[in-house]
């Protein structure tokens, strides 16, 4: 069975900064994309970012874009997003997912994701 187990959540001010990391165990890693996802209380789960097996490939979503970064860590098994510039409009349930690479185009809707870590709390306070 696939695990994925997230870390590094928590709670920071407005503008500061957290890294999430994630580290999967039972797949072979590196011929997995590996993503984040969120959800907010009351929401539906939003594509956060994504990188690809090699870690050459990178999408994230506008809201995200110049304040988050996607990188991976092949040899160690794991997905780190580092999140700066913190808005309170960020906080939310932050999961992080992977699904075997079949195609070359980076996957941004959460069906298309095989396997889901139980996820880590970011709360951003004003």
């Known amino acids: 069975q696939v695990q994925l187990v997230e870390s590094g959540g928590g709670l920071v001010q407005a503008g500061g900064s957290l890294r999430l990391s994630c580290t999967a165990s039972?797949?072979?890693?590196?011929?997995?994309?590996m993503a984040w996802f969120r959800q907010a209380p009351g929401k539906e789960r939003e594509f956060v970012a994504a990188?690809?097996?090699?870690?050459?490939?990178?999408a994230y979503r506008d809201s995200v874009k110049g304040r988050f970064t996607i990188s991976r860590d092949n040899p160690r098994n794991t997905v780190y997003l580092q999140m700066n510039s913190l808005k309170p409009e960020d906080t939310a349930l932050y999961y992080c997912?992977?699904?075997?690479?079949?195609?070359?185009?980076?996957?941004?809707?959460?069906?298309?994701?095989?396997?889901w870590g139980q996820g880590t709390q970011v709360t951003v306070s004003s």
């Open positions: 997912t992977s699904r075997y690479q079949l195609t070359l185009v980076l996957p941004t809707t959460s069906p298309e994701y095989s396997y």
């Open positions: 039972r797949i072979t890693f590196s011929r997995y994309d």
């Open positions: 990188i690809g097996p090699s870690g050459a490939a990178t």
